[in-house]
């Protein structure tokens, strides 16, 4: 079945720094959502990435799908302590229904 | 608030016996989906419904577990003679019909937290 992994599992920077998840799929993915958890918190959509190669920015936040739509990352730039949380990719896959598989995880804490 | 709400928040059981958990999903959002979530791990789709209809059920999902959705909206999540291992965070999430053949945004509920002693 279809794996999404990834790296690193846990990351700790201090706050000004930037941060890059890597999320890599074992099969070519539809596409890419990326989700937020805070600690206690449930996961919250941040973006959906659709075609082959493509970035999208949301303020410092940028979001990159692979050419090969088999591997995605989440870069921060200049990160805050509002940043902390989970940072999960879910992977959507062809011919699937409406299942996503998730990945799982980059906790990310920042350090003021 | 419109969100999606979960019932109870917290669950604590013994082996061995029944527990059922609610969802109401965001009033217009004919997609249901339940997802459970253990300390450190992405949440791992369990079934999913559209309108009344269970279409599909994670092979990971045991005979223990059943879910309904009777009329379209609320949706139950029942694990019958629970084991340890059951326990973990049960998420719900609900969401539109997407208008391609890409995946949906999911907007999840807060969970239920089940402690099986």
């Known amino acids: 079945g279809q794996q999404v992994m990834q790296i690193p599992q846990y990351q700790h920077v201090q706050e000004g720094e930037d941060f890059t998840t890597y999320c890599n799929s074992s099969t070519t993915l539809s596409n890419i959502q990326w989700y937020k958890q805070r600690p206690g918190g449930h996961p919250v959509f941040l973006i959906q990435l659709v075609k082959s190669g493509e970035v999208k920015k949301q303020k410092r936040l940028t979001f990159q799908f692979g050419e090969a739509k088999k591997n995605s990352s989440l870069h921060i730039t200049a990160t805050q302590t509002t940043d902390v949380g989970t940072y999960f990719c879910a992977g959507g896959a062809r011919g699937s229904a409406r299942q996503l598989t998730f990945g799982s995880g980059t906790q990310l804490t920042v350090l003021p | 608030d419109t969100g999606v709400s979960q019932d109870p928040r917290h669950k604590i059981t013994k082996r061995g016996q029944n527990v059922t958990f609610r969802c109401d999903p965001i009033s217009e959002h004919n997609r249901l989906y339940w997802y459970r979530q253990t300390l450190g791990q992405g949440p791992e789709f369990l079934t999913y419904f559209q309108n009344e209809a269970q279409l599909e059920k994670s092979r990971l999902l045991s005979d223990r577990f059943s879910a309904e959705r009777p009329k379209g909206s609320f949706s139950t999540l029942e694990i019958q003679r629970t084991e340890q291992g059951d326990s973990a965070m049960y998420l719900c999430?609900?969401?539109?019909?997407?208008?391609?053949?890409?995946?949906?945004?999911?907007?999840f509920g807060s969970g239920t937290q089940l402690s099986v002693l």
């Open positions: 999430a609900s969401s539109t019909m997407a208008q391609t053949s890409t995946n949906e945004k999911l907007f």
